[in-house]
């Protein structure tokens, strides 16, 4: 048995940083933590590196800060946002919006326009946000990013890996925010406009050179309800199809 690292002790909260990039802390683990430590204090460290940035326990020394208790902690050198990603998917996971936080504070540029754009459709889930700022073929994506080989799964999806590893690309967000336009003009005749099923069957019909969005308002201003919320990209197709071919003769095959 030998020693690794040693558990030190202090009052002085002044000597802690928050790292760049690193989540924010949640306000109510926070308070739960807080009532926890005034019924049970225990030893707890948290994981710091040379520079006494927090890799590990925001939460918990934020909570013994609030109370006055001394907080225990381990120096690591060298550690950064890397490890506390790896820290935190262990315990818990984090969610794309947390990846996305992290490396807007650390400057990425392509995470900061993907944050702008959730800002300006705010009701479009992140999914969806980052369907259509990388929609464009996968050669295109490739040209663009050479060391994205194979980034997407059958569905055209940002593959979440790439995501998590701060690789995101933004292909044209100009027509992102074009598109983004177009489908909020169906919200009038349809409440789940911004689901991602319905988004990704749009982006879908977009590249169709057959689809005419301007005529597929017009026709579903004949036929409000027509549009039902449907579990798949081909049961929506299939509804866009026949509200898009309504009283039409020549009728045009948007599925394929």
């Known amino acids: 048995m030998k020693v690794v690292n040693q558990v030190y002790e202090t009052n002085d909260y002044t000597m802690f940083k928050t790292l760049k990039g690193n989540r924010i802390v949640n306000k109510l683990h926070i308070r739960r933590l807080r009532e926890s430590f ?3 204090y225990l030893l707890s460290p948290i994981i710091v590196n040379q520079n006494f940035e927090i890799i590990d326990g925001q939460h918990r020394f934020e909570a013994a800060k609030e109370i006055n208790k001394n907080v225990y902690f381990i120096i690591c050198n060298d550690y950064g946002l890397k490890e506390v990603q790896i820290l935190n998917t262990n315990m818990k996971n984090w969610q794309k919006k947390d990846y996305l936080n992290a490396y807007c504070d650390a400057g990425y540029s392509d995470y900061i326009q993907l944050r702008n754009f959730m800002r300006r459709f705010s009701e479009f889930p992140i999914d969806a946000c980052i369907s259509l700022l990388t929609n464009a ?3 295109e994506r490739r040209s663009k990013s050479p060391e994205l080989k194979s980034e997407t799964n059958k569905h055209g999806d940002y593959a979440l890996r790439y995501f998590e590893e701060g690789k995101f690309k933004v292909i044209d967000y100009e027509n992102g925010v074009e598109l983004a336009e177009k489908i909020r003009m169906i919200k009038t005749f349809y409440q789940g406009y911004n689901r991602k099923i319905f988004i990704s069957a749009m982006i879908t019909l977009f590249k169709n050179e057959n689809y005419n969005h301007s005529q597929f308002i017009s ?6 309800t027509m549009m039902q919320d ?3 990209v081909t049961q929506y197709k299939m509804i866009i199809e026949d509200i898009y071919n309504y ?3 020549e009728k045009v095959n948007l599925r394929y």
């Open 230 to 232: 449907c579990s798949n």
């Open 137 to 139: 073929s996968r050669a």
């Open 38 to 40: 005034k019924q049970l």
């Open 219 to 224: 026709k579903l201003k004949l036929n409000p």
């Open 247 to 249: 009283r039409s003769r």
